[in-house]
């Protein structure tokens, strides 16, 4: 089965920028979808960004939308999220997450079945 582990998180001034990896291990369904999802304390698990593997397609939630771009690294098997213009209430765990063929956008993470660990960001004012 597959693993994922995410890096990349940290503290940033509002404004600045992060670059968060997820690195996939184990066999690559190339037609599954990947995304990043972020929580903060007390609220629920939010969508951010999917990908499908193979070909590249992707979606993002409105709240992020011109200044997060997800993208793959075939070489590397990572799914990555560049996060640019970054806000206080950006401010959030962020999870990578897969899941078999369903619904697209796969914006729901209760149809997520595999997940990593979580990385934080912190965006201060």
């Known amino acids: 089965q597959v693993q994922l582990a995410e890096s990349g998180g940290g503290l940033v001034q509002a404004g600045g920028s992060l670059r968060l990896s997820c690195a996939a291990s184990?066999?690559?369904?190339?037609?599954?979808?990947m995304a990043w999802f972020r929580q903060a304390p007390g609220k629920e698990r939010e969508f951010v960004a999917a990908i499908i593997w193979s070909g590249s397609i992707t979606y993002y939630a409105d709240s992020v939308k011109g200044r997060f771009t997800i993208s793959r690294d075939n070489a590397k098997n990572t799914v990555d999220l560049q996060m640019n213009s970054l806000k206080p209430e950006d401010t959030a765990v962020y999870y990578c997450?897969?899941?078999?063929?369903?619904?697209?956008?796969?914006?729901?993470?209760?149809?997520?079945?595999?997940w990593g660990q979580g990385t934080q960001v912190t965006v201060s004012s």
């Open positions: 997450a897969r899941r078999s063929p369903g619904t697209w956008p796969p914006t729901s993470w209760k149809t997520f079945g595999t």
């Open positions: 184990g066999r690559t369904v190339t037609n599954y979808a």
